[in-house]
């Protein structure tokens, strides 16, 4: 079974700059999450998709990053403009519909993509 | 709200010595846990869960990891190191009442297995 795709894998641009990563999940996984992890830090939830619609993105600096899942299958994330702060390895996750059941079924693991890490000059 | 907490930046064991690799965590209802492993530029991989049922749970690799409740840890270990091991572990937390499947990461830890 194919994984997660992302691309690019690496991406050095100027502050001010925009920039795009691309996520493709697993075939039938209806949950996407992005994620940020700056070094030495933990991967932090930007967004998490259902389907098209957005479930959480609580956490996502929506100033400079935007993100879509037009039809319900890839994903794109944007900063715009970047700022050196941004500098981290973007993750990609996939899982099947966190919808599925109710409370107490078990939990959907999330497989994660190889990331896309961007530097920030 | 949840967290999860990992005590040691970076541990050090010698191949064939046994590891543990420490993780603290905070919810306020029942949780779920979890390990993952990250090589270097490759994504993260699952180890394994706690879900319920018996505290020590066995995945991946030769890994485990054991749940106590009244310490609210769940460690993961290995009983005989290899030098393949060495990478970076994260431990993660849900909230079992959570109706989504966000999880929260620790900062992680770096283990490093010499030969």
């Known amino acids: 079974e194919a994984g997660v795709a992302q691309s690019p894998r690496y991406k050095i641009i100027e502050k001010r700059q925009s920039v795009a990563f691309w996520c493709n999940p697993i075939?039938?996984?209806?949950?996407l999450y992005w994620y940020q992890q700056i070094l030495g830090q933990g991967p932090k939830l930007l967004i998490q998709?259902?389907?098209?619609?957005?479930?959480?993105d609580s956490q996502l600096p929506k100033d400079r990053f935007s993100a879509e899942r037009l039809k319900g299958v890839d994903s794109t994330l944007k900063i715009q403009p970047a700022k050196l702060e941004d500098s981290a390895v973007y993750l990609c996750?996939?899982?099947?519909?966190?919808?599925?059941?109710?409370?107490?079924?078990?939990?959907?693991?999330?497989?994660f993509g190889p990331g896309t890490r961007l530097t920030v000059l | 709200a949840q967290s999860v907490a990992q005590p040691e930046d970076q541990v050090n064991v010698a191949e064939g010595n046994p590891l543990t690799v420490k993780c603290t965590y905070s919810?306020?209802?029942?949780?779920?846990l979890f390990w993952y492993v990250q090589y270097p530029n490759r994504g993260l991989q699952f180890l394994l869960k706690?879900?319920?049922?018996?505290?020590l749970v066995k995945g991946s690799y030769g890994f485990e990891a054991e749940f106590n409740k009244s310490q609210t840890s769940f460690h993961l270990k290995k009983p005989s190191a290899l030098v393949s091991d060495s990478a970076l572990y994260f431990c993660?937390?849900?909230?079992?009442?959570?109706?989504?499947?966000?999880?929260?990461f620790g900062k992680g830890t770096r283990l490093h297995i010499l030969p």
């Open positions: 996750a996939s899982s099947l519909d966190a919808r599925l059941a109710g409370f107490g079924r078990l939990y959907n693991e999330q497989f």
């Open positions: 075939s039938g996984h209806a949950t």
């Open positions: 998709f259902q389907n098209n619609g957005v479930v959480d």
């Open positions: 919810v306020s209802g029942n949780p779920y």
């Open positions: 706690y879900i319920t049922g018996d505290n």
């Open positions: 993660a937390v849900r909230e079992r009442m959570n109706r989504d499947d966000k999880i929260i």
